[in-house]
């Protein structure tokens, strides 16, 4: 026999080796999430909507918006892409804001506040309201 010691989970190290795995098995296992006709490829090269690429999908978002809520943070960016913008709120809560519309990271700069898409993560990283706004967070 080649090993005389067994890991068991009453040993610190069993305990959170397995919980990494766990973890692992979790998060490795999500992929993009379904978008309907929202044509993904124009989406993550429209970064800020500079391009105005997104803002052709608004109606789309608006339609589909409720299914994206319980998902996680890493499902959203393996769909959409890194965010624009990451905002924290309080109670440990966050904002993924992708921008629809030209925001004032482009050439012109925008008059008016852009449009939005405003994805609100709880504390566990999960998406509890959607929202296509003018408005901040």
């Known amino acids: 026999m080649l090993f005389k010691t067994k890991l068991t ?3 610190p190290v069993g305990i959170i080796l397995y919980f990494i795995c766990l973890y692992g098995m979790i998060t490795g296992c999500t992929g993009p999430l379904d978008v309907g006709s929202i044509d993904l490829e124009n989406w993550k090269n429209d970064r800020y909507g500079c391009k105005g690429l997104r803002i052709q999908d608004v109606e789309e978002i608006r339609k589909i918006k409720n299914t994206f809520l ?5 499902e959203l960016i393996k769909t959409f892409g890194r965010p624009d913008r ?4 309080s109670k440990s809560q966050s ?3 992708y921008f629809l519309e030209p925001s ?5 700069k925008p008059e008016k506040e852009p449009l939005k898409v405003l994805f609100r993560l709880n504390a566990i990283n999960k998406v509890s309201e959607v929202t296509v706004t003018n408005l901040n967070p």
């Open 86 to 89: 990451v905002e924290l709120a």
């Open 9 to 11: 989970f009453s040993q």
């Open 104 to 108: 004032d990271n482009c050439d012109p």
């Open 70 to 74: 319980t998902k996680n943070n890493q």
């Open 95 to 97: 904002f993924f804001i």
